[in-house]
């Protein structure tokens, strides 16, 4: 690579205070961005596929990106969209994806609201907006907690629990188990 | 166990992203905890298939992003740079050009650059799907095939453009590849209109006719002739290696190439 584009994807890491390239980005998060993808869309070759286009996209995002709260927020936010748009045109298109029926028959709690919110986001997403659906994967899948949510997006820990609580009576009964 | 740490807290862990005490609870949490130890070793898996195919996905991402016309986005050193020096640069590089050009022009500097090589080629990448009993999965090279398994073949390019597509055995030997959309008439290429991603063919089945080590895809923004493509492919392969990413032709044109190997079958 050419050494300015190398300077300019480098990046400060908050913790280390080490800069990020793209490819230290790669080492460090393409096994927990994997892992995100696959929650979300509930198949290894998809979530590879859609790991690819996030990839592209944070490398093109990168020189702009100004580092405030650490990378997996920001990482995470665009593969969750990345992944609700695979989920849009899965819907588009009339796939319909069969769920591990292993899985839904779980004990595990975050495996079960991992597919419940699933189910929510391929079958009820015309209840919500684009922001409501990636509240819903933020923390059912994602599974950040609400002090965090509330400082990615801004607002206050009342208003994120507001805003849950509004998803929550248009899902019904549908709503993931614990909160 | 309910004082589990949220899950994105076992992320930031794993990124190195915490802070020291926040790090130390969490790691002793983990040497005590099945469940979150299970959690990081599959991140840590994730993690080395990453770095297993670390070189091609990057080159693939760098080949992809750099070259995109669609986004709007130039690649960074095409940039025009900022500040009070721009103007300077831009009358030294137009003298430049002038003093190459009469050089050229009177032989001084031999044959003319080639265009297709300064021009913007374009991108392309190619992506095989298997299904196998309702479960899909990419060709890995230790995953075998089976015979009744079904490939989907997808192609996306940086830029509208013409696409062959072409299965080559483990003898060397090359052969076009039908694909699900009408060719144009006489001729063995596909025209894409829009950049992205295309399906190109949804119904592979892996039988006992199915002998092919590469699937390759070729790309060029201007049409080309793919039996040229395929000879020169026919003679250059050596058996077992990977295909060329580029391939000049006679009118020096230049026809991209992105390959993907399938593992060997059962037959």
């Known amino acids: ?179 | 166990m309910s004082d589990c740490p949220n899950r994105f807290a076992l992320v930031q862990y794993h990124a190195g992203e915490l802070p020291e005490p926040n790090r130390r609870s969490i790691e002793r949490h983990i040497d005590q905890c099945e469940r979150c130890s299970g959690v990081i070793e599959r991140f840590e898996q994730n993690k080395q298939q990453g770095l297993e195919q670390r070189q091609s996905t990057l080159s693939r991402i760098r080949r992809l992003a750099d070259a995109d016309p669609q986004t709007g986005i130039l690649p960074t050193y095409r940039q025009r740079p900022k500040g009070w020096w721009r103007p300077a640069l831009g009358v030294a590089a137009s003298a430049a050009v002038v003093i190459i050009a009469v050089l050229i022009g009177t032989g001084q500097l031999g044959d003319p650059p080639d265009k297709a090589v300064i021009a913007y080629r374009g991108a392309v990448a190619l992506h095989v799907s298997a299904y196998r009993n309702g479960h899909r999965f990419k060709l890995d090279p230790d995953r075998t095939v089976r015979r009744g398994d079904r490939l989907t073949v997808e192609v996306t390019v940086s830029s509208p453009g013409y696409v062959a597509l072409f299965s080559m055995d483990r003898q060397g030997k090359v052969t076009p590849l039908d694909t699900d959309i009408q060719f144009e008439t006489n001729t063995e290429i596909q025209k894409f209109e829009t950049a992205g991603r295309h399906l190109l063919k949804s119904n592979l089945v892996v039988d006992q006719e199915f002998s092919a080590a590469h699937i390759i895809v070729a790309f060029s923004q201007d049409p080309f002739d793919a039996s040229a493509v395929q000879s020169d492919l026919s003679s250059t392969q050596t058996e077992g290696s990977a295909p060329a990413e580029m391939i000049r032709m006679k009118n020096n044109s230049t026809v991209l190439l992105d390959s993907i190997a399938v593992p060997a079958h059962e037959r």
């Open chain 1, 1 to 179: 690579m050419l050494f300015g584009v190398h300077l300019l994807r480098r990046k400060r890491s908050p913790s280390t205070g080490e800069p990020l390239s793209f490819e230290e980005i790669y080492d460090r998060y393409y096994g927990v961005l994997l892992d995100h993808c696959e929650r979300i869309l509930g198949d290894r070759g998809e979530a590879e596929d859609a790991l690819q286009e996030v990839l592209l996209r944070i490398y093109r995002a990168l020189p702009s990106y100004k580092v405030e709260a650490g990378y997996s927020t920001w990482l995470f936010r665009i593969a969750t969209n990345v992944c609700l748009n695979y989920l849009r045109t899965r819907r588009r298109k009339g796939l319909h994806l069969m769920e591990n029926t292993d899985l839904a028959a779980s004990s595990d709690q975050d495996v079960l609201k991992v597919v419940t919110a699933r189910r929510i986001l391929v079958e009820l997403s015309s209840k919500l907006d684009e922001q409501e659906q990636q509240l819903l994967v933020d923390h059912f899948i994602t599974d950040i907690d609400q002090g965090q949510l509330a400082q990615s997006y801004g607002i206050t820990r009342r208003a994120v629990a507001k805003r849950l609580r509004k998803i929550r009576d248009r899902i019904g009964h549908l709503w993931p188990g614990d909160s």
